[in-house]
């Protein structure tokens, strides 16, 4: 018997526990802080309603009524058509998003070590940037925390859909609302405040429509909901028949945006407040943060408490991007649970090595200069995953009769023909035509 989740309540915790990462609190402030804050975040919002919350819904239906992992899915509902490889495509972008990401990953946790240790606060000559710097230079550290985090979330999808991944998002998702808030609420007390709010909400009109802003958009939309990876395609596989899917969905979508805003108002209200610049990059949770906090009042708490849930909502989501293979493993190459954890694993583990020691002993190992990691952060973000998501879309909009994906998805009426619109049209219309700007625009 196909294991199943133990409730409604733990498979949505499971979901949001995917979508809320790195992605929604060191990915969205950063991204958000270089394209203009407000302007970033309405032209997000629209890209989330129209293409994700749609894409959701189609992946959660292919699996739910398929019941398999995210390659067999496509194959059992088109065996006759092409397109039924597309599953592949999410499969193994899970595995190589998995290898990285746990790279980062690993970063927030001998954060969180160093800040609950103390150590963190003993600053170089060079402040913070300097003792990063080193801290991912280093031939060996970074490869340790990178071991650490696949080591931990490997016990978890070991132990299970029900009693280890669903288990554990029960506690940790509400644990991380708890904090984020608690973040928040702090840094909208602090005197200059303000400027933090006005910066993620008030948009810059002319930043709107420019195509780098809508680009860098969707391309944070993908990442942060996590669309196209197979994740809605496995862990709806374990739904319930009685299981709603239009609303889980929604609540997906919406707790991950309202994760991400509310993040952004426990970094940018402190950031400015203390004088820093939003637009600091990649570097800002680790490096401005770490100097905001050492100058706030209580601050050396707060740290603690930050990077408590950087690493906490890094390990929900590795633990869907494990999953996802090893549900294919298992069901492909009948592995047994424990044996398919083992493979990918330690697959990913081994591809992190690159990524891990690419800002010191192999700097020279990438193709434009910047640090292996950010490059395959960029490819993924910006070719990988809205490739998938085309593929999903022309997938479960084109390929599949739409007598067909009605039923799986158990919609009617107005509902049913606005989505199946923004899949259809909306969808590879939109990818389409903003990755041709990129090819052309460079
Ligand atoms: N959504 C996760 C985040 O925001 C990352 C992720 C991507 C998870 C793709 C699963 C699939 O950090």
Redesign the pocket.
Known sequence: MREQWGSQTGFILAAIG???????IW?FAYVAGENGGGAFLLVYLVIVLTLGLPLVVAEIAIGKRSRVDGVTAFERLAPASPWRRVGWLGVA??AL?LAY?SVIAGWALRYFSAAASGTLWDRPPGGFAASFRAFIAHPLEPLGWHLGMMAISMAIVVAGVARGIERSCLWLMPMLAFIVLLLAGFALTLPGSSGGVAFLFMPQWSAVFDPRVVLAAMGQAF?????G?A?YITYGGYMKPEQRIVGSAAVIVAG?TCFAIVAGLAIFPAVFAMGGNPAAGAELAFITLPDIFLAMPGGKMLANAFFLLLSA??LT?MI??LEVPVAALMQRAGLRRRTAVLAVGGAALLGGVAPALGYGPLAWLNVTGAPLLEEVDHVVSNLV?PLAGLGLALFFGWVLPAGTARDLAGMRGLAWALLLWAIRWLAPVFIIGLMLFRLLAG
């Open positions: 995917s979508a809320v990462g790195l992605g929604n990915r972008g899970s998003i990401y990442f942060s909901i996590g669309l990876m994740v991950d909502a890094a989501s869907s991007l995953l």
